[in-house]
T-cell receptor, first 115, second 114 residues
């Protein structure tokens, strides 16, 4: 069974640009969550999607957005990039992800560098 | 608001010795507690979780964790460390209803030496 796939693996952008990151969950998983990992702030929850609907949201500005498609694949978008957006962005999937405290399966992440 | 504290940035242990990685949490209500491990240039891998029931939880690769409600702690343990256990370990908490919204600790780097 294939794991969680994130593309691209590395991205370099300049300030003010926008970027789209992609995540393909494990087959059959319907919940997709996104996390930002930085040396200073650690791992922070961005948002979670389930059945194409945003179900939970973290404390990030509106420049960070996401969506989920009918096949459960998800994308996140960051507009008007800032230097502080440089981070490893991790996607995680689970079957349902709500009350069953299922384990999350993480992808290897997309390393975003903003210059 | 929920929070997780991992008081040690790094834990050093010799191979074959027992290891403990500490975690305390603060949350309103009954938490779900997790441990994840991260190897270099990789995503996180699930080790174990506590939902309810027995306070001693056994997980992958010989790891276990003990839930202590009075001390709001969830320390990770292993009886005999391996060099291959060297990695970054994260404790996390979530709540029923928002189980995928994990709040992570800052991580503890475990270094196991020969």
């Amino acid at each position: 069974k294939a794991g969680v796939t994130q593309t691209p693996r590395y991205l370099i952008k300049t300030r003010g640009q926008q970027v789209t990151l992609s995540c393909s969950p494990i087959s059959g998983h319907r919940s997709v969550s996104w996390y930002q990992q930085t040396p200073g702030q650690g791992l922070q929850f961005l948002f979670e999607y389930f059945s194409e609907t945003q179900r939970n949201k973290g404390n990030f500005p509106g420049r960070f957005s996401g969506r989920q498609f009918s096949n459960s694949r998800s994308e996140m978008n960051v507009s008007t990039l800032e230097l502080g957006d440089s981070a490893l962005y991790l996607c995680a999937s689970s079957l349902v992800g709500r009350d069953r405290a299922e384990k999350l399966f993480f992808g290897s992440g997309t390393q975003l560098s903003v210059l | 608001a929920q929070s997780v504290a991992q008081p040690e940035d790094q834990v050093n242990v010799a191979e074959g010795n027992p290891l403990t990685v500490k975690c305390t949490y603060s949350v309103s209500g009954n938490p779900y507690l997790f441990w994840y491990v991260q190897y270099p240039n990789r995503g996180l891998q699930f080790l174990l979780k506590y939902i309810t029931g027995d306070n001693l939880v056994k997980g992958s690769y010989g790891f276990e964790a003990e839930f202590n409600k009075s001390q709001t702690s969830f320390h990770l343990k292993k009886p005999s460390a391996l060099v291959s256990d060297s990695a970054l370990y994260f404790c996390a908490v979530s709540l029923p209803g928002t189980a995928s919204k994990l709040t992570f600790g800052t991580g503890t780097r475990l270094q196991v030496t020969l």
